[in-house]
Every structure is written in C-alpha cells, then in structure tokens.
C-alpha cells in the first residue's frame, strides 16, 4: 500500500536545514510586509472598563490599532454559539457570546483586548505595550469542578450555571441493573473524579503562509520552506 498509516513517508526538508538554508516564517523578508501584535488580558475574569489606544496609534511605523469596541462598532458580531446541542432541561446550549476580540468582558487569560500592526515587529510590539487598558477584576473559578459549584461566578449570564451542554446516552435504568446483576463490580473512588485530558481533532499544522501581491515571490518563498523547487506549487490568487 503506497498511503496510509504506519507508512514511512520521504523527509523533504533535511537537505536544506542541514546546509544551514532553511526557511522559516521569521526569515521572509519582503518589502511592505506588516506585522501584528496582540494585547492579551492578564485577567482570567474581568470588566474591560476601558481599552485606551491613542499613546499607541501615535507610535512610529503603527499603521492600526484594533479593539473590541472598534469591532462591535463596525457591525462585527459575536462567533456563532455551539448548535445542536441542548441543556439538561431541553433549552439551547447556552454559553457567553464570543467575540473575535473581547468586548466589555474578559472571560480568560490571554483573551485579546486590541491588536497592533506595524512596519515592523518591534514598533508592533513597542506600540502595544502603549495600549493602556483598565480592567475591574472579578470572581473567577480555576477547575471543572470549581466551576460547577454552586457559588462559582457565572460567564453566561442566561443560565444559572457553567454549563454548555449536557448529553446523555443509553438507558440509565438498565444500566443500574446489569450493575445489580454482575458477578464482580469494579469501581473507582477518586475525590478530584476522574480526569479526562482533552481531545482536540484540529491539529495545528506546522505550516505558514505569507500573503503577498506578487505571485512569483510568494510562490517562491513557500515552495522553499517545503524543500521543494519554486514551480511545483500552484497559487490561486483571488481579488
């Protein structure tokens, strides 16, 4: 079998890094390029009270300056909440509105409150240091189980607790009673429970790209960070 898993699969890069001439995303060095810096929350739940850009938009080589309230201004709405999933009780899945940068509220750390973009990585990173936010910390909860007691400080402010969802499977009755019936029964007695890692299915591929107007150079720089001859990629470029 030519593909599949477990298959031994041809290195394309070694050639290149070896000789000291591999490419990688800090070493694209193209005329005009802009880059980005973030301000993250240093908060994991607080009211943004104000996010103040005009130190940082006065900056040299800053070209933008964005935040939450810019966005939400524009007409920018919030990420569609999770659909197809219910509540306990039958209603929808009920979670805080989340925006593409926050607004009003911060809800975890490292949450972006603005972005800066620059001629350069250190004027971006210059100017967001500048970014003067205010921040009136509140309640938080650190833990699944610490955020499903009780008194836990509420996201959502729909619901009455920290649940998303919840879904059940199966036949809880009969359950019971093969339990009821078996010969041995094996039980786990943890006061933390038992822990689940999480599970993400969207891996985060180790792949950049370099928007540029001129085909041949973009073309080019990512046909070299893969090891391959420029020519044997093909670039679509839409207006």
């Not at 607080?46 to 070209?63: E, I, N, Q, T």
């Not at 939400?72 to 899945?93: E, T, V, Y």
């Not at 950049?208 to 046909?223: E, T, Y």
């Amino acid at each position: 079998m030519r593909f599949g898993s477990g298959q031994a699969v041809k290195r394309l890069e070694d050639d290149l890094l070896l000789k000291g001439q591999g490419l990688f995303t800090d070493d694209a060095d193209v005329q005009g390029v802009q880059h980005i810096w973030f301000v993250r929350s240093v908060y994991p739940h607080a009211v943004l009270k104000s996010v103040d850009v005009a130190a940082a938009r006065a900056m040299p080589g800053v070209s933008l300056v964005v935040t939450g309230a810019d966005l939400a201004q524009a007409g920018i709405k919030a990420l569609p909440k999770p659909a197809g999933f219910k509540r306990a009780d039958g209603s929808p899945a009920a979670s805080p509105p989340r925006y593409l940068m926050a607004h009003e509220r911060v809800r975890f750390v490292g949450e972006v409150v603005a972005v800066v973009v620059a001629d350069s990585v250190e004027n971006a990173r210059n100017a967001a240091e500048a970014v003067m936010v205010d921040y009136d910390e509140l309640p938080n909860a650190t833990g699944v189980h610490a955020a499903l007691a009780k008194d836990a400080p509420l996201l959502c402010d729909d619901v009455p607790d920290n649940i998303v969802a919840e879904t059940r499977y199966g036949d809880a009755q009969a359950a019971q009673q093969a339990f009821a019936g078996a010969a041995h029964v094996v039980g786990v007695q943890s006061h933390g429970g038992v822990r689940q890692p999480r599970q993400p299915h969207a891996q985060a591929e180790s792949d950049w790209c370099l928007p540029c107007s001129r085909p041949q150079i973009g073309r080019g720089l990512g046909s070299g960070a893969r090891g391959r001859g420029q020519g044997r990629d093909r670039q679509v470029l839409e207006a």
